[in-house]
């Protein structure tokens, strides 16, 4: 998870929402810097499902929500395999290669969730405090992503919320109970896409109608 954390060139000392719920238990939101989630011993929350958010907040109440979000760093996908979703896993390689494709970068990771995959795409960081901006574009990678998933079989879970959390990596997916899922992530080398570049590719790509492939 550290090194998810430092490609995307999140600073030590900012702050991220964190969500944790015991296996069987109740969901608690909180905060937590980028240094003490880089250390956070996984180990330790073997029986819970853990989740932490990719832009970095202001310190707000719990685990802060859209509002609290001061940048925009990440463009995430959220793509599980599972009745009404992706039909397989190369289902979801597809879906990856076709948004790596659009934005002609790869994802700098990408998490194995247990039951599906989350690529992540790194902002360039210059781009990445101009939320007047940023904010509507992530709105419409959501989109974006839903799309590509339709065209390819399946759906897509939203990711347009800035407080998005996301499932940690390193930690147990516990979402089917009688058959707990450990997690990982792989670095896959992309490289920062600009504001530009995502505007431009959003441009390109994302039609009116979801399930609209023309053009693609």
């Avoid at 009404?84 to 969730?113: E, F, G, H, W």
């Avoid at 360039?124 to 904010?135: A, G, I, V």
Wanted: aromatic share 4%; glycine share 8%; charged share 25%.
């Amino acid at each position: 998870m550290a090194d998810c954390l430092d490609v995307l060139g999140l600073e030590d000392h900012e702050v991220l929402s964190i969500g944790v719920q015991p296996e069987g238990g109740r969901f608690r939101g909180s905060q937590i810097t980028v240094k003490d989630l880089k250390q956070l011993d996984m180990s330790e929350y073997r029986d819970c499902n853990v989740w932490a958010g990719l832009q970095p907040m202001r310190k707000a109440d719990k685990r802060g929500t859209s509002g609290d979000v001061v940048r925009i760093v990440a463009l995430p996908a959220d793509l599980d395999v599972a009745e009404n979703k992706m039909p397989t896993d190369q289902d979801c390689m597809d879906v990856i290669q076709a948004l790596s494709n659009m934005l002609a970068s790869r994802p700098v990771y990408v998490v194995a969730s247990g039951h599906g995959y989350q690529p992540v795409w790194a902002v360039d960081p210059e781009d990445s405090t101009d939320l007047e901006r940023m904010r509507p574009l992530l709105e419409r990678w959501g989109k974006l992503v839903q799309q590509v998933a339709v065209i390819h079989g399946g759906s897509a879970e939203s990711v347009s919320d800035p407080a998005r959390l996301m499932r940690a990596s390193g930690g147990i997916n516990w979402k089917d109970r009688a058959k707990p899922v450990p997690t990982s992530a792989t670095l896959t080398g992309g490289a920062a896409v600009s504001a530009t570049e995502i505007e431009e590719a959003l441009d390109a790509y994302l039609h009116k109608e979801v399930g609209d492939a023309s053009g693609y």
